[in-house]
């Protein structure tokens, strides 16, 4: 069943190649739905066609972030209400939020079938993208696992804490070792500068180096920065509200440098793809 529906996915969306860009980080509170907001933002003012799928399936904060009117999500989708493009809204800059629910364990757990459900979802997609934004939940969990692999490009939010270094070790090393990803891209965030956010990023290296086979690439240092509180209260990205303070700035070249990240024209740079891989292992984690 699996099979025929990958099959049928690939005959449908051959020409769809896409960036899948997952954002993580193992701990929660560490930014990263900040990130990607705001990174997602930042790549639309530069041209590109973006969505943000918000993953946290269960919590959904995205779309409060921004101060938006859900009425419909993903939950919706899945039970056949209505169509993914149905339920997307529209963020600043044109971007396309695909928001989840929130307070739902069921969306947690995701059986095959929904699974699959979600894939064709996806296939049929009409509105056309060039970057999708993967929000991760906080943790380890298969969800979060499963997004992150299916990913081109996994970027790991840590910031100066000892249980987020913890975290984000976890989750590189179960990624690494588990799932075979070699490549993680890390954002030092919240930190006071640049030499700090280097320092963070060598704490990690320092232990990655020891005990795994990955190669880290520190790609933003994101400092800490007032404005990004101020910002949330007023549900507002802070590449907006604030546009030329100091996080603003970081987080606007993290968004050049990942416009400019090869998609690969093999499997993996297609977006029914990285929702067959989704269903694909699902399946698999099941039938073990």
Not at 227 to 256: D, F, G, H, M, W
């Amino acid at each position: 069943m699996i099979e025929d529906q990958a099959s049928s996915l690939r005959r449908m969306n051959q020409s769809r190649l896409i960036k899948v860009i997952a954002v993580t980080g193992g701990k929660g509170g560490v930014g990263k739905t900040n990130v990607t907001l705001n990174t997602a933002i930042s790549m639309a003012q530069q041209g590109k066609r973006v969505m943000v799928l918000d993953a946290d399936l269960g919590l959904a904060n995205v779309d409060v972030l921004l101060g938006l009117r859900v009425v419909k999500n993903l939950s919706h989708v899945l039970s056949g209400e209505c169509t993914l493009d149905e339920v997307l809204v529209e963020g600043p800059h044109g971007i396309k939020i695909a928001p989840a629910t929130s307070g739902s364990q069921s969306m947690t757990e995701l059986t095959p079938t929904e699974h699959a459900g979600l894939i064709r979802a996806f296939s049929e997609l009409r509105s056309q993208i060039d970057v999708l934004i993967v929000d991760t939940a906080a943790g380890i969990s298969d969800m979060v696992l499963s997004f992150s692999r299916a990913s081109q490009d996994i970027l790991v939010v840590v910031c100066d804490e000892p249980t987020s270094l913890t975290d984000a070790y976890a989750l590189i090393k179960i990624l690494n070792k588990e799932h075979g990803v070699f490549r993680f891209k890390i954002v030092a965030n919240m930190v006071r500068n640049m030499r700090e956010g280097q320092e963070l990023f060598n704490k990690l290296t320092k232990v990655t180096d020891r005990f795994l086979d990955v190669a880290l690439e520190l790609v933003a240092t994101v400092p800490f920065d007032e404005n990004i509180r101020k910002s949330v209260r007023k549900q507002k990205a802070i590449v907006e509200a604030y546009p030329t303070s100091p996080a603003a700035i970081a987080i606007k070249k993290l968004a050049q440098q990942a416009a400019g990240w090869s998609v690969p024209s093999q499997p993996g740079g297609h977006l029914e793809f990285f929702l067959e891989q989704l269903v694909a292992k699902k399946a698999v984690g099941d039938i073990r």
